[in-house]
T-cell receptor, first 111, second 110 residues
Framework: ETGVTQSPTHLIKTRGQQVTLRCSSQSGHNTVSWYQQALGQGPQFIFQYYREEENGRGNFPPRFSGLQFPNYSSELNVNALELDDSALYLC??????????FGEGSRLTVL | GQNIDQPTEMTATEGAIVQINCTYQTSGFNGLFWYQQHAGEAPTFLSYNVLDGLEEKGRFSSFLSRSKGYSYLLLKELQMKDSASYLCAVRDSGANNLFFGTGTRLTVIP
């Protein structure tokens, strides 16, 4: 148990649609990162939020956006879904030690 | 940029020892992490190295050589439940995010 919860666990969308994924971080962790993990690959960094501000971004287009709320929960939004967006989306809560605590992920399938 | 390499797959026998290697080339370095990920589950933290040398934690040990851009994860007394993917990840200096390799899928056979 990492204390990080994500929803939904699974979802299916069609090309062109929009999706919102949600994450509740560990209590007291004010930094959260989102990762995309394609099948058979390692997680790829999408972006990071610290105290409600974006604090770093990986090589993902602007249709990937996020929000962090005052209670440090967060959202990942993806617009204009493409088939290649099918992946496991992981939320990670940052401890002060630098360790990341991952949620179980949201598995998105785009048809 | 970051480049992290590790073998794609390995197979080892129950009770044996296996070493999973990771080489990295990064623009900055602020620590190397190993994570274990069972199929369909979230990655879980195994070890963290920021200085050169060996860190031991039970059946698992991790080694780092910063001058060589090299790390390995050593698993002893392998158990069937150790079958999983093992992810090597580097934290960039000045940043607080991790860059992952593609992972090594370890299969433990009887």
């Amino acid at each position: 148990e990492t204390g990080v919860t994500q929803s939904p666990t699974h979802l299916i969308k069609t090309r062109g649609q929009q999706v919102t994924l949600r994450c509740s971080s560990q209590s007291g962790h004010n930094t959260v990162s989102w990762y995309q993990q394609a099948l058979g690959q390692g997680p790829q960094f999408i972006f990071q939020y610290y105290r409600e501000e974006e604090n770093g971004r990986g090589n993902f287009p602007p249709r990937f956006s996020g929000l962090q709320f005052p209670n440090y929960s967060s959202e990942l939004n993806v617009n204009a879904l493409e088939l290649d967006d099918s992946a496991l989306y992981l939320c990670a809560s940052h401890a002060n030690t630098g360790e990341l605590f991952f949620g179980e992920g949201s598995r998105l399938t785009v048809l | 940029g970051q480049n992290i390499d590790q073998p794609t797959e390995m197979t080892a026998t129950e009770g044996a020892i296996v070493q999973i290697n990771c080489t990295y080339q990064t623009s900055g370095f602020n620590g190397l992490f190993w994570y274990q990920q069972h199929a369909g589950e979230a990655p879980t933290f195994l070890s963290y190295n920021v200085l050169d040398g060996l860190e031991e934690k039970g059946r698992f040990s991790s080694f780092l050589s910063r001058s060589k851009g090299y790390s390995y994860l050593l698993l002893k007394e392998l158990q069937m439940k150790d079958s999983a993917s093992y992810l090597c990840a580097v934290r960039d200096s000045g940043a607080n995010n991790l860059f992952f390799g593609t992972g090594t899928r370890l299969t433990v056979i009887p």
